[in-house]
């Protein structure tokens, strides 16, 4: 186990090095490593059942991974000392709060615990909700429930939030909002976000870092920024309907519409183009094909 | 989190070793067979009844059998009135005439139960008008306790009657009583034929008579030694007024409390543990039966009614634990908690402990679980405390330690 | 910050608290009544002659009340944090861990003594008012094992609940309720009277069951 200098603890808000964790027989991921920058908002993108939650629970210490080693703030993640645990704001998949309290009840509860509460934070975005001071959160929607689960954690003002797929049961105009809260929010000094979703477009924009999970293994880890820069997808079409281009090196995936053909791939056009020539691949037309970063997602782990 | 998991497996063993056995012997209950024993002073020979759920057998003391009819003929003072009723009373026995007010006057009967000498009643008794001239008796408008005085509470209006408790502690003040009282005893029930009260050992052992005598106290000291170390009282209340009460020992001697000066005849038992085996004391004209009825046999001694020793009997069956059940149990079972028992009235721990024989189901169970041990590679601290518990538990300790298994660390 | 995890507690139970209180109330007087009237219809020599000799219990109906709030409060306390794992609401609070399992415990537990407290003060009250002072004490001794009985299903209740898997769940139930069960054996005074501390310890050991439970909690064992 190497040792952390200062330095590196303070540039990285989250270590986790080769964790490795199964349900019963069952692995959900092993040797995931990586790490979160101070100051940067990380996704963790993946598809359902790739151990986003999984990872989450790791990172909050509701599960003892099989192996491996996950650090927050330098601590051990299985046991956090309540001063690290204050630093983290943690919003669990579903935005679930207790739901018999009202919007003030709730709001005096958690005040007890952080020392930095800011209780305007909270107001503010409570008097935008059409709801009263009594109204109990069972009494409310999905929406308005989501914003006290937001404005709890932003009252908080924790270092580094965790946020569990945050458009769940979210509609569009809510999922705009969240993530202008949290960018204002990110705006501030050395505050760190770590988010997961299944709605990749929310986050385009909104992301410095990511890393993509497939069943057991990780995909990528890289800037948003360079992944779309370097992320590419070409477009062709063929003579000969029957053929399909296996991923490898060159290409990372690829799709065929009868004689249209995209392929994705990291690799500049002449490289592709090179490689296709190598194959004796009769082709017309290649181009590139602007992306978002749900089609690049989708380009690197396939529809399925 | 040893400790927690530890307090589980304990409460795991506990709660099996309570309710398994009891389920178990709850579906293997034997039939009830029992035995009582008379004197027949016809045959001069002990003569049974010996009874299961369908019948009663009568047999003698040489084995043979006889009917209902016989029966009752060869113990005509148990059954005078029958055999009044069908003419065959014999007129004299012994070359003694047969007068039928003797023949109830002496039939007496005590039973004596371990419950009821463990049973402490709440300490709070009627105390009897003795000599109210009336035929039968009064319950009293108040009740007693003795504790740094006699004290009478009014029931009616729940405050203590100070004259009548200055009265009766003086009383028992001048008879040199030392207060609390141990114990009292006594039959605080309308339904007999007189009342002679109570008897109380005070704090230093003597034994008092207490009772009340036209409205005053009458409180003697019996002289009954105060080293005797008394069980149990049990106060008799006889019309024949030979003795006021038995009275049972804590080293299981038993004494009857006659009416002359308090004096003691000592019963003559067998393997007589009152902790454990019921007290019956049969008398008529002629004999007294004594007998010790034990969990699986009894033993009875009789004597003339000058208390000499005439013949006694034996008989023994085999237990539980011979049965198949039993055996079965022997192996399967370490041991046994059971939270109430026969001879107490009280909840407790009534542990039974383990036999040989658990030893081999303790072997099993401990090699069951060297493959379990292996299977979910279980740390090596915690495969000691498992095989230690299964080694003292058996069964239990292994299903212990498969329920609790589940809770362990991951050996990490 | 204690006061605050209390609120929390509180707003849980704060309607099945009041509606066991109603309960509790209502046995207390159906109990001075019944007495009442035994005394309004018998002479009361009669009365306390029958109550001594057949150990005529006439605070039964409290029998399994202290039962009856410990499952109903445990139920209500700990089946919100069981709901969509709200627990981790509570554990990821910057308190340690194990005192904030301590203090939802005792929350419960007060509420619950406070209960048993009321019924114990009434009941010695009647008792006072009608019946000689060795009632009380057998009163006493008698109804202290289903107190404690009441105390025990509530700890289990929250042992079960916080256990996440299913099966550990079954399995601990079947224990709990064997050991609950060793609380209300028998009739009559007075029957703990050689075994009150036995059943003492049983319920401070089930007690610490409880960690084992939230211990698995956090390892997320399903």
Redesign the interface.
Known sequence: MDKKTPENVVSNVVEINNLTHYYGSRLIFENLSFNIREGSIFGLLGKNGTGKTTTINILNGFLRPKSGQCLMFGEDSYSLSPATKARVGFLIEGHVQYSFMNIRQIERYYSAFYPRWKKEAYYELMSKLAVTEHQKLSKMSCGQRSQVALGLILAQDPDLLILDDFSMGLDAGYRRLFIDYLTEYAKAEKKTIFITSHIIQDLENFLDDCIILDYRSVLLTMPVKEFLGTFKQYKFEVADPSITIPPGHIVKNSERVKNKISIYSFSSEGEVTQFLNSRGIQYSGLHLVPMSLEDAFIGLTGKY | ?L???I??L???V??AS??IPQFYWKANTRENKRTNVFYSPILKDFIFIKSDVRENYYVDGKGKFHTREEFESLLPFLNYRQLTLSGTMPDSIDGIRIVSKEVNLNNINIRVQPAIIQY?????F?LFESASGRVRLE?????F?IKERMEF?T??T?TINEEKSRTFTDALVNEGFTFPAKAIYGN??TKKPFDEGYFVIDQKGKVYHLKMVKGRPFCKETGIPSDLDIAYISVTENELRESYALMVTQTNDVFFISYDHYGLNKVPVKDYDHTKHTLLIKGDLFYRVITVQKENGYNAIVTDRRNIVLADTSEQWPGEEMTMAGVIASYVFPFTLA??KESS?????YFTPPGVNALLVSVIALLCSVYYFRKYKIPTRNVIVYSVLIACSGLYGLIAFL?VK??DD?P? | MISALIMKEWLKVKWVTAGLLIVHIAALLLTYYDLSNLFKSYKANEVIIQFITFEVVYYSKLKYLALLSGLGIGIFQYFPELNQSRLKLTLHLPVKEHLLIIQMAATGIVLLCLLCLIDAVIISLITALFLPREFFDSMITTTVPWYLGGLTAYVWVMVVFIEPSWRKRILLSVVGLGIVSLFYAGSGFNIYAYSIWCIAVLAIISGSVIFLSAYNFKRGIM
């Open positions: 989190m400790s927690a998991r307090a589980l304990m409460l795991i506990l709660t309570i309710f402490r009643s709440l300490q709070l009627p319950l009293s408008t108040d009740f306790r509470v029931s009616l729940n605080p029930s939270i109430e009235p009280y909840i407790g721990a329920v589940d809770f991951d990490r």
